[in-house]
């Protein structure tokens, strides 16, 4: 039979109704989209797809089961390797990731890895609340307590696999909802909070003990976790502070971090307001400075928060914007305007210090830099304004320094990015890290991959071999 060249492509919301709401724009697959998605899978013997994905997931053998109407082995196949896949379904990089090598692309589209994934995840979530799948297997219970700090990607698959192993796992979050960048940083559109929330209850039904609002470093310090007898410390806790460029007038009122825009937003439920009492400023002429997906977010995000305009000012082209292409493509089929080529070089405020105007420059590419991007370069004379109302910077992160202030020895990069071994063991024993703390800001289910391999090598740790 021959094969498919196009990916089944998923329903989605029109752009004249999302830009007004934000329910989640694609629809997923019926489960006739997703067997035949299936069947364009080749099932190759040396199965690049599976090395491409962090926590190894055996793409080829979870395909097969549900292009043969086994739902229910391919959602065991897929947990074996990771609980949480109607999260990560939706928001992996999967064209950067396991897509990326695919044979299929030979033909033509790569097969739909990560729509399949979020179809097989849902059905999990449906099936577990109808008590008809069941929640994984725990080995035999141990007395030994493990600490993670941070219920983000990181901290909840290395809870999994603790708790998998019988371990006592407790997670200690700081903010008051669990799931960290899941929660607060990623749009409703994008990942419905429902979703977190129901495969975070699976870990609650394993054992894992939560706790919110505890933030570690200033509730309690590492070495309080380990004088009450926790045996190890996971550390978890993201990269949330925000970067700003360091221009004049970046102070000014109507300036956001992209951190604090979708935190208030999306935590906070600012979008409801008064119905969840948290107000946000509603931009009317909105410009975010940046082009990855959290700048992606923070604008799309304004944009359904009542922006008349909403722009993407970016140094680089297209080509070279590390946003995902999914996220580009609904940004700009929802209207955003998008300002290549163009930087910030100073923001002018009103008589009563507010943001009004940003004064931008236009830049040219050079010669590639350390990262492999062609580097910009910024063109004389070629100054200009525009007008704006609200500002939101999106250009990346940076780690929270409050735990490697209170744990002496803890040996951190000029970044403040935590230093780890090949175990992800920091440089203070019994003490391990993953996540973007380790690597900076990077993918959710990069930091999911890490959490795995510390928690195999905590197991390790504990029972002497490490």
């Not at 489960?31 to 364009?40: D, G, K, N, P, Y």
């Not at 990623?186 to 609650?204: A, D, G, N, Q, T």
């Not at 923070?298 to 070279?320: F, N, Q």
């Not at 236009?362 to 004379?381: A, F, N, W, Y």
Request: aromatic residues 8%.
């Amino acid at each position: 039979m021959a094969i498919a060249k196009e990916q089944v492509r998923m329903n989605e919301q029109d752009p004249s109704v999302r830009i007004k709401n934000f329910d989640e724009v694609p629809f997923g697959y019926t489960l006739e989209q997703a067997v035949s998605e299936s069947s364009r899978c080749l099932q190759c013997k040396t199965a690049k797809c599976v090395l491409g994905c962090p926590v190894a997931i055996d793409i080829p053998a979870f395909i097969r089961a549900l292009k043969n109407g086994n739902l229910y082995e391919a959602a065991e196949i897929i947990n074996r390797n990771n609980l949480f896949p109607a999260i990560t379904g939706r928001v992996c990089p999967q064209e950067d990731q396991c897509e990326k090598d695919c044979t299929t692309k030979k033909l033509g589209d790569p097969v739909g890895i990560g729509k399949l994934e979020r179809f097989v995840g849902d059905w999990i979530i449906e099936q577990r609340a109808k008590g008809n799948f069941p929640i994984p297997e725990i080995k035999e219970r141990r007395d030994e307590k493990v600490a993670i700090i941070g219920s983000g990607p990181a901290g909840l698959a290395c809870a999994a696999d603790l708790a998998r192993l019988g371990y006592q796992v407790y997670v200690f979050e700081g903010f008051h909802e669990l799931g960290g960048v899941l929660t607060y940083g990623i749009p409703e559109f994008r990942l419905p909070k429902s979703i977190v929330k129901e495969e975070i209850k699976v870990l609650e039904k394993m054992g894992v003990k939560f706790f919110v609002d505890f933030p570690i470093g200033k509730s309690l310090t590492i070495q309080d976790l380990f004088n009450d007898g926790f045996k190890a410390v996971f550390i978890g806790s993201g990269a949330g502070f925000p970067k700003f460029p360091g221009i004049p007038g970046e102070n000014l009122g109507g300036i956001y971090s992209a951190n604090e825009y979708l935190t208030r937003v999306n935590l906070m439920k600012a979008y409801k307001f008064p119905e969840y009492d948290t107000p946000i400023k509603r931009g009317k002429r909105v410009a975010v400075i940046g082009g990855g997906n959290v700048a992606m977010d923070a604008v799309r995000t304004a944009l359904r928060m009542g922006a008349e305009e909403a722009m993407i000012i970016y140094r680089r082209t297209r080509e070279e914007m590390p946003a995902r292409e999914e996220e580009i493509r609904h940004a700009e089929e929802e209207g955003i305007k998008f300002l290549y080529l163009t930087a910030p070089v100073r923001f002018v405020g009103d008589e009563n210090g507010m943001v009004k105007q940003i004064e931008c420059i236009k830049m040219e590419l050079g010669e590639p830099d350390q990262d492999g991007r062609r580097k910009p370069i910024p063109v004389e004379g070629s100054n200009f304004f525009i007008d704006v109302d609200q500002v939101i910077i999106a250009i990346g992160t940076v780690p929270n320094p409050i735990i490697s202030m209170t744990t002496p020895g803890l040996e951190v990069n000029k970044h403040g990015v935590i230093k780890v071994d090949e175990n992800m063991m920091t440089s203070v024993r019994g003490v391990f890290a993953g996540g973007d703390i380790v690597t900076g800001a990077a993918t959710v289910i990069t930091a999911m991959g890490a959490g795995r391999k510390a928690a195999k090598s905590i197991h390790q740790y504990i029972n002497g071999d490490l």
